[in-house]
């Protein structure tokens, strides 16, 4: 069974921490991807890496940066939490596409983060 | 800049109703198209996808959905909806080019018994 495990389901920290959301999948993908899901808002990719060490803004970098050393796991860096980083994050991982098909992507089961 | 849009937000049937809901996406080139659902508590999950081929694509548990690449829209259809089609319904685009996923900013389902 596909398995994408976000080390925590509930979180709260304190506004000016260091956070770090980790991710770790065990399906050997080369992609995986950082959201933050809000209300009405859908889901918002962060960060995106395609491969260890590579990685690619998303729509909303700003206040966030990622950390993959490993193909396997994918780090999310508050470096400075703030109130408007209350949310939930998803983390999600895919295989490789070729010849322009890209593959289903697995989430895990989120992070809820609550900044105070 | 690539976007998908959804344009119900939240959609409320009676059971054995007909659903559709609307997937518009803004990008000049092949995508690959897909839908998600979130049921409650759960991680999100895929319904359906899209590459090429036949526009009609089915899914899971009695879903499909439409490629038309004139209106740019992945519109997902069901015909008789169930209590436990409740959830949240993402659609999500990936340009050919990139793995990069983009998803709507999704429709929430009630369906009523």
């Known amino acids: 069974d596909v398995k994408v495990t976000q080390s925590s389901r509930y979180l709260v920290k304190r506004t000016g921490e260091k956070v770090f959301l980790e991710c770790v999948q065990d399906?050997?993908?080369?992609?995986m991807f950082w959201y933050r899901q809000d209300p009405g808002l859908g889901l918002r990719l962060i960060y995106f890496?395609?491969?260890?060490?590579?990685?690619e803004k998303g729509d909303i970098p700003e206040g966030y940066s990622v950390s993959r050393e490993k193909k396997e796991r994918f780090s999310l860096i508050l470096e400075s939490a703030s109130t408007n980083q209350t949310s939930m994050y998803l983390c999600?991982?895919?295989?490789?596409?070729?010849?322009?098909?890209?593959?289903?992507?697995?989430f895990g089961q989120g992070t809820r983060l609550t900044v105070v | 800049a690539q976007s998908v849009s959804q344009h119900n937000h939240h959609v409320i049937l009676s059971e054995a109703a007909s659903l559709e809901l609307g997937c518009n996406y803004s990008?000049?080139?092949?995508?690959?198209l897909f839908w998600y659902v979130q049921y409650p508590g759960q991680h999100l999950q895929l319904l359906l996808k899209?590459?090429?081929?036949?526009?009609l694509v089915k899914g899971i548990k009695g879903f499909e959905a439409e490629f038309i690449k004139s209106k740019f829209s992945f519109n997902l259809r069901k015909p008789s909806v169930q209590w436990s089609d409740t959830a949240e319904y993402f659609c999500?685009?990936?340009?050919?080019?990139?793995?990069?996923?983009?998803f709507g900013t999704g429709t929430r389902l009630q369906v009523f018994p």
């Open positions: 990008y000049g080139g092949t995508v690959n």
């Open positions: 999500a685009a990936s340009p050919h080019n990139t793995d990069k996923l983009i």
């Open positions: 890496s395609y491969d260890v060490k590579m990685k």
């Open positions: 399906m050997d993908h080369e992609n």
């Open positions: 999600a991982s895919s295989s490789a596409g070729s010849g322009g098909l890209n593959t289903e992507a697995f």
């Open positions: 899209y590459f090429s081929g036949d526009p």
